[in-house]
């Protein structure tokens, strides 16, 4: 059963979360997830958690999603305008990305 269906059902709907790699390897996060897929309907992808700079949020949901996965990308506030905002979405519809998660975000001085 997939994420959105699980949701449909009203049933228990579970999710691991995943925190993007500070450079550009993404063995262990790749690894984690390979770990998480039995047990999980999606993966949440936070988005610069803890106000660090972190690879995009939504690269690791496009590679995520192209390995067969079902992301959540977490949309922070925070550090976008409007604008941003706006563009990220776009480009979560383009990579084919369903699941969006907006929160405002840890304060920078966390």
Do not use: W
């Not at 997939?2 to 995943?18: Q, S």
């Not at 706006?86 to 840890?106: H, M």
């Amino acid at each position: 059963m997939n994420f959105r269906e699980a949701l449909l059902n009203g049933g228990k709907v579970i999710t691991a979360e995943v925190t993007p790699p500070h450079g550009t390897n993404m063995e262990a996060l790749l690894h984690a997830a390979e770990l998480f897929k039995p047990y999980v309907h999606a993966i949440n992808v936070t988005d610069n958690q803890r106000a660090l700079m972190r690879m995009s949020g939504l690269a690791v949901c496009g590679l995520l999603a192209q390995r067969g996965f079902e992301p959540i990308f977490q949309l922070t506030c925070r550090d976008r305008n409007l604008l941003g905002l706006q563009s990220e979405l776009l480009g979560a519809r383009a990579l084919g990305i369903k699941n969006v998660l907006c929160l405002t975000g840890d304060p920078v001085a966390a």
